[in-house]
């Protein structure tokens, strides 16, 4: 292939895997980089020319991404032992840091092939605590309560939770084999328990989070709102959802069935 | 509390894990509340006492705590305490994987010490109460503990020293021992303010991770005054006989309710 002779060229090392029950291995690529490339748009290159950097025309690297922008969560790998979003992840600044770019899948979550991985977990979990404002019915209910504007600013911060998975990468309660249901679906929670309409549900979210697996699991290493590319307060999140989990489980006993 | 049954854990047959399961909630919070509580108050209470060892009037605080009415009761709380706040705490340990290489942050630090101190305290405890409390011979290191002799002689702070003074593994024993104990409740008592939702706001949880650290700073000077009070004690030859006498006296068949009869009874030298 030609490249311009212009380009600076940086080595990725990435973490290959091509089904989900065998081995994983490592393979090298060099990568030519124009000014403001970054990591995706560096895999785009290496779809097009899956060579290796000692010669072998291989299979191009398996990936997801979709919106580009850090608002789907669907590219997050790890990225120089780092669980972001590869198409936030600048190759001008990753060259700052180390001589090669590392590129591996997330560990929490099935590998499908090389950097791609199902996070079906999450929406699973987010099922489970019923992440949504029941409105559905067969007549109209007329118009909600008023949500005041403070409640709007604490909600908004929640609201930009786009179930990358980073939280969960980071934390060292959620695992690959275990129940843990994590900070993003515990923050999810405490989002909609907070919403007027979507409260009405808060009892069985409460019951969810007091299960096995639920918000008592967090070992409160809060590692999860320090890798959060959204900056949600997933801390205060999982000590809100502590507090509510507490007055809920204390009225079932005095006042439940 | 609340009967829901877990869509994510309801699978396992053994009796045992599923009554942890189905109460799973329940029991997380009495871990917690275990650790505060019984355990966390009388460290607090002990460690103050022992702080009388530096020019405080020691031998009178052990007779205040040895007067409690039903002593033994209060002990057999603390001791099955500690045993579910330990074994409990052994299982949720073995559920979580540390990983302070890849994430090096601060709390992700305290999480990893609390486990490592968790285990440190578990092990110290034990040896500290079997030897000066239970009176077990552990390695040749056998300083039981009196707060009297046999004819009332005051022996709380020349029993403790001689503990302390019999070799300098056993100072170290003690100061990491101590420290591990201080840790994992200070920090506990942080984290639980969080796992109950006392504090909430990021502002809040730091506010009162200052207490923490500050009730964590009191407790280490305590545990240091202590060591200190007890290595700067004088052991005579006076004491030496006294004790000698009151072990021979228990051992001989002298009545001390709360003291098992050992099965181990040569003779010791401590000089």
Not at chain 1, 34 to 51: M, T
Not at chain 2, 80 to 95: E, W
Request: aromatic share 10%; glycine share 8%; hydrophobic share 40%.
């Amino acid at each position: 292939m030609a490249t311009n002779t212009d380009q600076k060229t940086i080595r990725f090392k990435v973490k290959r895997q091509d089904a989900p029950q065998t081995a994983p291995y490592w393979q090298d690529f060099d990568v030519p980089h124009p000014p403001g490339a970054n990591v995706i748009s560096c895999l785009l290159h290496i779809a097009a020319n899956p060579v290796t950097a000692d010669g072998r025309t291989v299979a191009p690297v398996a990936w997801d991404c979709n919106c580009l922008e850090e608002v789907c969560g669907a590219c997050t790998m790890v990225i120089n032992g780092r669980v972001r979003q590869s198409c936030s992840a600048l190759i001008s600044e990753l060259a700052e840091e180390a001589a090669a770019v590392t590129l591996e899948p997330m560990t929490k979550f099935p590998v499908v092939r090389d950097l791609m991985v199902d996070r079906s977990r999450m929406f699973k979990n987010l099922i489970d605590i019923k992440a949504w404002v029941p409105i559905d019915g067969t007549h109209a209910l007329g118009p909600g309560p008023t949500e005041s504007p403070a409640n709007q600013d604490t909600r908004y911060a929640l609201s930009r939770c786009m179930t990358c998975g980073c939280c969960l990468e980071a934390c060292p309660q959620f695992l690959l084999d275990n129940h843990f249901i994590g900070a993003a679906a515990i923050s999810q929670a405490r989002y909609f328990n907070a919403h007027e309409t979507g409260k009405t549900l808060q009892d069985d979210r409460l019951e969810a989070l007091e299960t096995p697996g639920g918000v008592s699991d967090c070992g409160n290493a809060q590692n999860c709102v320090q890798v959060c590319p959204k900056d949600i307060p997933l801390t205060e999140s999982i000590a809100a959802i502590g507090r509510q989990t507490t007055v809920h489980a204390i009225k079932s006993f005095f006042s439940g069935k | 509390m609340t009967e829901h049954t877990p869509s994510t854990a309801a699978s396992s047959g053994d009796p045992a894990t599923s009554f942890l399961q189905q109460h799973h909630f329940l029991f997380r919070r009495l871990h917690s509340l275990s650790g505060i509580l019984p355990v966390g108050v009388f460290v607090i209470m002990h460690l103050f006492t022992n702080f009388q060892m530096l020019g405080g009037d020691f031998q009178h605080e052990v007779d205040f705590i040895h007067s409690t009415p039903a002593l033994l009761v209060v002990e057999i709380t603390l001791w099955l305490s500690i045993a579910f706040h330990a074994g409990l705490g052994l299982v949720y340990t073995f559920s979580g994987r540390p990983n302070v290489r890849r994430y090096r942050y601060g709390g992700n630090w305290r999480y990893y010490l609390q486990r490592i101190t968790g285990f440190i305290a578990l092990g110290f405890i034990f040896v500290h109460v079997a030897t000066l409390r239970w009176r077990w011979d552990l390695f040749g290191w056998f300083t039981p503990f009196y707060v009297r002799g046999f004819d009332g002689q005051p022996l709380a702070h020349a029993t403790t020293a001689m503990a302390l003074q019999h070799a300098r593994w056993v100072v170290a024993i003690y100061l990491i021992g101590a420290m591990s104990v201080v840790y994992h409740w200070s920090n506990g008592l942080w984290t639980s303010a969080i796992t109950w939702g006392v504090t909430i706001s990021a502002p809040a949880q730091r506010r009162w991770g200052y207490v923490c650290a500050a009730l964590g700073i009191a407790l280490t000077v305590f545990s240091l005054g202590a060591v200190v009070g007890a290595l700067k004690y004088h052991v005579t030859d006076e004491d030496r006989r006294s004790i000698r006498m009151t072990v021979d006296f228990y051992e001989s068949g002298g009545t001390d309710a709360d003291t098992k009869p050992r099965p181990h009874t040569a003779t010791h030298g401590h000089e």
